[in-house]
């Protein structure tokens, strides 16, 4: 019986239809919620490979549960929306949606989970338990992940002893990467509509003035990273739109800011939520404001927290399969909705990063400092894993973790 | 033959057709630089009463010369515009036009000047000299007046001695209201635009947040008015709209500030032109900005100052035909574009106010200190003079200001 | 028998002691409250004039009255206090006290009342009536006029039926200047102390920084006048010392901030007063302040606001007096607590100007534009009137002024 | 041969005069440069136990020498000096002189180092090399160590393989506490003067206002933590003092600014002196300020780095002997100088931190969430380590410390 690592001396044998499935998908990206043609294409190959096949679980989503034998049940997931953004990178299979790509890789990470789905089925020999690939819509909006527990995800699936992710982020290609503890942090939108009174520009004194109300709220709202969170604790407060007013002489009614928090501890949110508003309030009564502001929460992601025993498995894993390409990961100032299926379900979690740059691109950038301003990363037009070793090391990555909990003799 | 005076004892003779008029005209408010049929309805008439008529002058202006022999000459505006408002104040000769209403009282400014011509016209025994009635378009925009100069006004009219205009405002109708010096101020708009370096809210570190730098110099704005400008000095400045980013989690790249001056000296107003570029320049540098802000100005309006002498020989002439009712005028902080064409020509003005307002309702909101809460001011839809005695006053007015110029004996 | 104004022909008879005692005074300077020096050689000068004298009011305040038949009564003040400054003017006649000047002009004020006084006991076939000589002590603190009201003034002398007092400034010597209504303004100082939770610099997060707050303070307050109060209101709010703090790395428990306004309406003050007090209070909270701040208002200087019907009678006296030289007086952004005295007794009062600076050099500066680098100002280390035309100017408005209501047949 | 662990069985031996000593030392605290009792007190114990002593170096430092044979040279450090508090412990040994207080515990720093050179000294045959027992002064005002180098240290003492220091904070008396990499923060203290142009507080527009200009400085230099530095790079920037003038209705000419920045690496520290010194010009050039600012930087404390493998050695020593009470210490946002000496001579270098707080009031602080609000942290005058086991614990820390480098075959 061959070992579980050992299932990956046969990558050889998908690497051909792997690539080609992905420079499909690339060239056909699907936005949040619509992710239909990349649905079927999963489903119609995890049901050749015999899994037990769900779709259209919150939508577009789709579970592949493959049974075989006693042992741990390892959830794995890939989410497969792309992003409103024109891709700009020249690739051959550069997408042919208009103002649509995967900017984000995610096609990277089906990919690589259909690769381990196929060579975990042909190699049911070399592990036992059971397999669950999780398939989600609707990342980037936030919602995906709760869409598919809202549609009786936990009915479908058996409890997992342990749910797995990846992504694959600005880094070494062939290279893995793991981090205990908060790895992403928790995201929030806050809208605060704050308000004046308004009038003729020419009569300031007849009016409440929204739009230096606004900028007053903007200035101290810096206060709240440099003055209230310990400084080795992280966390980010952005002021992304401001909007007021439309003409020079006229003093608006009105100013609108969406603000965005990042925090890796729920205490910190909390404190910097109640902080947005005690300064909202104070500063439009400062103004003499007479509407109290309205305060509104939205778009939360939630705090990605690797489990540690978990992480250090897969991490001792990794470092037997990868060696020195086993690498530890920085805290990540994005965010991500996987963690709300672990959590609902109350399952330990892990997710790691792969590099998606080309080794000699990156280790130059490295010796020059040159890392952001020449290396493209997510969410950029010119956005584009290389595709090898990228896929191999992603299929790698979760077979290996998976390996952890599945090899027999593992528990 | 009968004093210049003596002729107003003639407006009964006028009164039922210039009241049908005027309700037309407030029935069929046009847009700046589209008043074509209210051009059309005044030449028609200027005509019928013997005046020399000019059409299209810089574009919908209509003049009309009237010459009585010797004498001086006295140049008269109306000007012809309504604003993009919906009218909301219920009146049975309401607004016909969606969204388009004379919500500035132009149509009054209109109907009394073709009066006061018509009665010149048929008094023609009563005084001597020439009438000049220029009947502006597109003083809304700041440009109407500049529209006739560049289109040859001076080549067109004779020479004026004076120039004379008047606005009806809130306050009782029947009085007439003088005041010499600075009577309107001077207006101008600045459009700001700071330069950042956009980026993921979630890495500020890697950017150039412009959110931030307009709200620093929003506040620091402020400063000019309240530390750099006299108190006794009379200035405004406002900042009408601020517009930046579009979401809450991507820093922008730029921001927009349209702002708006009143100042009522030349020197005062390069004062604060120069703060106002001087702060967006430190505050750009003091953020680390890629690049210097651009600064525009734009809808300019002149300083409107009335010529000593000229006010003076008015107001003396007001106290002996309105007794009481001429009163003094407070600065006003609005601006007008009617003084280009004097100060063009070289020719001294005076510009006036009428009341609009019902003289009991009036004396009430004064009473009561209610008068800004109650009493709708120009550019409310809800503005609407009574057209009684609004319409004689201004009518009178006018034939009483030229008068002092053009009665026997009166140089 | 003379005019009242003829006694002004009689001026050289008394101009050698008046200069004598000028150049006296301006050498032997008292702070506030310590006129002792000053007001003997007042009350033996008034007593050897054949005034009732009443010393001691007040302090060191003193009272010369003058009976002389039917008329009307006059009150004329003259404040008598010097200033902690060291004189710098290099006069023959300077100051002989360290750090103690007459740089506010109270001398001329002094020898010009004193002139007045005596000329008036030696022409009284010329006026009838009474005159009431006050020499008021503490101008400069705020608080002489109150002490002598305070210490029964309105018992000691007959109720005037006008209250004058002048107040030599830059300009021109040998001009007078007038204004009715508001002419100096009313003064607050206002003491703010906001607090915070001091703690170790590095550890902000345990914290309430009051150095953020007071800066967040100052930065508001700045609206106030560029936002709440109408353009052509004058009105002044300085933040004139900011303190708080003693280490680089320790975070305070409080800061304390100085203020100084002016306005002139009671009801500018009190909106003024309000909204400070409103701003301390909203950044306070927006700050998360453990305590309320504390707002404490002192130094309050009176509005001086001239009586209309007053000051016209006192300029058309000076215009028939001075010709050219009577001008109008600007309004300016100084206090005063004369007017504490006649708003006590319910007397109508005027305040003029006189120049006191060189009239070629005066001339030079305004024609240069540079009468504020060139000009020593009141206050300054420089302030030195030129002594004639000064005290002639000042004695003969005095004389010239009373007259107006003490002239025979002048009621 | 006893291993040098072994030691410390005969630590018993030593206590009752360690705790004798310490309370003496507590009782009698000396300021920075001025610690000459306890540096007498210090040279006569180790010239007693055999070490050659070097005594005023860089003033009132003290260095023990003890060679034993061929090995390792092992550097320890403690600092002598005391605070200008007034202590308010109550303790029985509480401080006898007035304003001074043992409060940073800087006095177990000495007791504990001595008791280590007792134990070592007696007991040479337990381990073999040479230990430098450095007593430094003046670490509270950041120039002892430098004082040290200066007087010519590197001469005096053979080169150290390692140099190892600790210090008492808060946390269960009987641990002890190491961390790799940063483990204090590099401190600078900045002082900004920035000047305006003074004046009368009524006439603003005479003047540039500094107090505004400064606040405006606070409220920026909040955008350096809140958005120039990552959120994952801890950083500090305080304003601790703010003053300008001192009278309400004078603006003054300058106002001068205290802050303290705390910083992890030499690239952030140098980012943000460039933030701070860019902001400064920017908001000086905003306000049209006469002059540049200045900017100088004083108080500079180096960042306190742990070397990897020194901690680690240390590390693996402390769980061997301390077990379950060696634990992993946090980032802390204090700094000190003691890493100047290593620094200045090559030599890697750990310093870790011991509980002193009695450990059940601890155990309950931390279950309540208590521990900023009633345990006394260091610099408070309530700040008294229990002192066992602190005492029995820093002395242990040391030895075992050292002896990682010291025993017979551990290198």
Known sequence: MSTVAGILNDYETIRADQEAFYRDLHAHPELSHEEVRTADEVARRLKAWGFEVHVGVGGT???????????????????MDALPIGEATGAA???????????????????????????LSSHRDAWQGTVVALFQPAEETGDGARGMLDDGLAGIIPKPDVALAQHVLPG???????????????????????HGRGGHGSMPQKTVD?????????????????????PTEPAVLTVGSIRAGSKSNIIPDEAVLELNLRTYTEQTRRHMLASIERIARG?????????????????????TENDGAVTARVAVAFAEHFGADSLPMELQTASEDFSDVPRALGVPYTYWSIGGTDPDAWAKAVRDGTVFSTIPANHSPLFLPVMQPTLETGTAALVVAAG???APGSE
């Open 404 to 406: 952890a909990w599945l």
């Open 283 to 303: 500063e439009s009564l400062a103004s003499g404001s007479p509407r109290e502001p309205e305060i509104e929460v939205y778009d939360s992601f939630p705090l």
């Open 172 to 194: 070494a290609a062939g290279t893995v990467l793991t981090r205990p503890g908060p790895v992403l942090s928790s995201a929030d939108s806050v809208r605060i509509t704050v």
């Open 61 to 79: 989503g789709v579970v592949g549960i493959l049974r075989n034998g006693d042992g741990a049940t390892v959830l794995m997931r890939a989410d």
């Open 93 to 119: 299979y550069a997408s042919t949606v208009d103002a649509v790509m995967h900017a984000c890789g995610h096609d990277v990470h089906v990919a690589c989970l259909l690769g381990a789905a196929r060579l």
């Open 210 to 230: 929204p739009v230096v109300l606004a900028a007053l709220i903007v200035v101290r709202l810096q206060t709240i990273v440099a003055r209230e969170i310990a």
